[in-house]
């Protein structure tokens, strides 16, 4: 399997390494000046020479990433569990999560610095949670109840509670729509801290990073900071692949590919 996973990084990294070439030949080539597209090796060089500055916002973009997206997951898993508890609150708050989940960051994020500061990391921590949370709530409520007849009749007729039922039916029946839901808002919740650095806070940060390189025509370094921000993203994203295999290995068949039965159906 490990051979399996390390056989299937090869084509993205060739596809990477190519899109590299490629981008360094094009801008190389038709002389595209650098304020307009920086080459890859000058992105790298100035990557090397501001690696302390980058690698300190990487972290606190990261930490207030991280922080925004455990507390959003767990808010909307613990929501969902009561939802899905009772009916009529479940179908009065679906449809307002969906409503709210439609509303852009950039309007969230003034807000909320209103509300909270914008020194501090609360306020850029608060639109993270809010983008993380309804994505997990929504997925997670649509797995606790989306259960099949058969299942919950079987578990009544040997006169099992609801928690019984909850824990030995629902929850694993909502943790694909979970792990679903988690892929989304894991990468997500960088590009929401970045968004939120825009409107203000303190300056060591790769949104205020970004901003500050770009008013300064330093396309280059605003660069190297997007690819720390990608970094940081991926290995969110990658996390949260981990925590699905963890979590659901009756998934994984030989091969790597997935097996979309429930657990106690492996053949």
Known sequence: MIRNRLTGLGPPMVVGVAGLGLWEGIVWGFGIREFLLPRPSSIMDRLSENWPMLRQAGWETGRIAVSGLVAGIVAGVLLALVTTRFRTLNEGLTPL???????PIVALA???NAWFGITGTLSNQAVVVAIVFFPVFINTARGLTEVHP?????????AAGEWTILREV?????LPFFANALRVVAPLSVIAAIVAEYFGGPQNRIGNIITSSAAFARYDVAWAA????????LGLFAAALLLERVSMPWRLVDGGSENHNT???EK
Do not use: Q
């Open 97 to 103: 999560a969906v409503a709210v989940n439609a509303t």
């Open 110 to 112: 003034p807000i909320f």
């Open 150 to 158: 058969d299942e919950l009749e079987l578990m009544r007729s040997y």
């Open 170 to 174: 629902r929850i694993p029946n909502a």
């Open 226 to 233: 997007i690819a720390v921000a990608s970094a940081v993203g």
């Open 263 to 265: 657990p106690g159906r």
